[in-house]
């Protein structure tokens, strides 16, 4: 099964329009059973979004959601339990499928997911090296 999963750094709604049309146009000649999944996590606080506010954070993935969902496709957030909790407004993205990252054996996020990373230190035979690990409750 095959989604997509883009790592951001939009500093606003229209950049993430932007990053959104772009994503779709590289997708178009494939068929896709997973959503296309926005991460806005920091880039080791370096990055150009690292100072948005949790209002702004939202909009942009709200916006890059619901190009994607304009364009066919299903739409999704990726991030971590302590992302959720202090950087994002969860209750605005749950229309969305939910892809939380906590690295623990039962994860404790109290918010809405339909996928749960549960480990980056995974493996898979023929990579090299660690894998990170999901779960999907999706049921497809």
């Known amino acids: 099964k095959v989604g997509v999963y883009f790592f951001t750094q939009a500093v606003n709604e229209v950049e993430a329009v932007e990053e959104a049309s772009m994503v779709v146009s590289l997708i178009r000649d494939y068929e896709l059973e997973y959503a296309v999944f926005i991460d ?3 880039a080791g606080g370096e990055g150009r979004a690292a100072g948005l506010d949790v ?3 939202t909009a942009v993935c709200d916006a890059f959601c ?3 969902e304009n ?3 299903k739409a999704g957030v990726y991030a971590s339990r302590n ?5 994002l407004e969860t209750a605005q993205l749950e229309k969305y ?6 690295y623990r054996s039962a994860p404790i996020y109290q918010g ?3 996928m749960w990373q549960y480990t980056s230190k995974g493996s898979v035979a023929g990579i090299k090296g660690r ?3 999901n779960i999907s409750y999706l049921g497809y």
Do not use: H, P
């Not at 992302?83 to 950087?87: A, E, F, I």
């Not at 499928?97 to 906590?102: F, N, P």
């Open 40 to 42: 806005t996590e920091g």
């Open 55 to 57: 209002g702004v954070r």
């Open 66 to 68: 619901t190009t994607i």
């Open 71 to 73: 364009a066919g496709y």
């Open 83 to 87: 992302w959720y909790n202090k950087r």
């Open 97 to 102: 499928t939910i892809w939380l990252a906590e």
């Open 112 to 114: 809405y997911y339909q």
């Open 131 to 133: 894998v990170d690990m």
